[in-house]
Structure formats: structure tokens, C-alpha cells
């Protein structure tokens, strides 16, 4: 069976008793998935019967991808491609930033998901956080409003220090015409006493 005999598409309530069967036989959570079913994307057959699918949790502009689940595994690498494709359409639709999975399969690795370090985990929403390993995740893109509130933070500094250098040469001027007035002063003062020395001793003129 090749790509083209599978349809990907986004779950309803309709596909709610499949999926259910799906997640019955991994052992998952049911009752809390059915709530979320929305969050899932599947695979279905030609004739509409659901063949696998896999949850995309979102929170704080960050994907978590959850509860892979698969009617027949040895399918599971033909599937698991237009899934990804799937939740990266969706991921770029949603503006996400990065994406998360616990997800064990090696594919999921070789998608570019690498282990969470210590920096990657302190941007994590803590909706998710309470099982602390195991984790991989792909930064999909920079937080742009991290990067415009730099940007404005920079502006902002670059703006204080035009006014503090508009201030610095406001006071240059302002000390220049003082020392440019006190001169004058000086001068004014000399060729009064000069004058007044020349008024009393007109004989220096003389000499």
C-alpha cells in the first residue's frame, strides 16, 4: 500500500469510537483523549476507516506531539511521514515556535527533534512538565515578540543616549558661552583699567 492510498485530515467526534479502539489497545488515557479529540490528526484508508493517528497538543505558542497510535504498526513508516507533514502544516498555520514529543520511534529523531538540554527545558509551557525526561523538541522558529521587545529595548537605549549626549553638548554650549562671557569680562575689565590708568597718567602716552 503506497502514500497515495491514505487520506491525513483532522479528527472529528465521527472518528471518536476508531480512535478510541486505537487508543484502547496502547493503553492510553481514552476518556481524557476523547475529550481532545480535535487535537489529533489521522490517517484514513480509502474507504475511510481510520488507520492510525497522533496528537498535537498546543500551549504557549508550543506544540506537544502525543499518543501516536497505529491500527497496523508495520504501516507505521509509511504513515508517519504524512503525519509529520501534517503537524508541520498545522504547527506553521498555528505560528508555533517549537515543538515537543516523547514519542520513542526513531523517526521522530530523524525529523530533527533532538533531546531537550537545560535551556530548551526552561522555555517549556508547564502544562506539560511534570514528567521531566525524555523529552525531545524542535525550535521551529525565534520568538518574534521576544525579538521585537529587544529591538524596542534597543531603541529605547539608543534614544537615552541621544538625549544624554543632546544633554552633554547643550551643557558644552552653555559652559563655552560662560567661559566666552567671563573672557570678554576679563577683557572688558583690562582696557578699563587701562583706559583709567592712561586717563590719569596721559604722560605714558608720551613715552
Request: with cysteine; proline share 3%.
Amino acid at each position: 500500500m503506497n502514500s497515495s492510498n491514505y487520506r491525513v485530515r483532522r479528527a472529528t467526534l465521527d472518528d471518536l469510537t476508531q480512535l478510541t479502539a486505537l487508543w484502547n489497545a496502547m493503553q492510553f488515557p481514552t476518556e481524557d483523549l476523547g475529550k481532545r479529540i480535535t487535537e489529533f490528526q489521522v490517517v484514513e484508508s480509502i474507504d475511510g476507516k481510520v488507520l492510525g493517528g497522533i496528537g498535537l497538543q498546543i500551549a504557549a505558542r508550543q506544540g506537544r506531539v502525543h499518543s501516536e497510535t497505529f491500527a497496523d504498526f508495520s504501516l507505521a513508516d509509511q504513515m508517519r511521514p504524512l503525519l509529520w507533514e501534517r503537524i508541520q502544516a498545522v504547527a506553521r498555520n498555528h505560528g508555533l515556535l517549537r515543538l515537543w514529543t516523547q514519542e520513542k520511534a526513531p523517526f521522530w529523531s530523524h525529523c530533527g527533534l533532538l533531546p531537550a538540554d537545560a535551556e530548551a527545558m526552561q522555555k517549556a509551557p508547564a502544562l506539560w512538565m511534570g514528567e521531566k525526561t525524555g523529552w525531545l523538541t524542535l525550535k521551529l522558529r525565534d520568538d518574534i515578540e521576544a525579538v521585537i521587545s529587544l529591538d524596542k529595548e534597543f531603541a529605547l537605549f539608543m534614544e537615552s543616549e541621544k538625549q544624554q549626549t543632546a544633554r552633554a553638548f547643550q551643557q558644552a554650549r552653555f559652559l563655552k558661552l560662560i567661559a566666552t562671557l567671563v573672557a570678554l569680562a576679563v577683557l572688558a575689565l583690562v582696557l578699563a583699567g587701562a583706559f583709567l590708568v592712561l586717563k590719569k597718567n596721559p604722560q605714558l602716552l608720551r613715552h
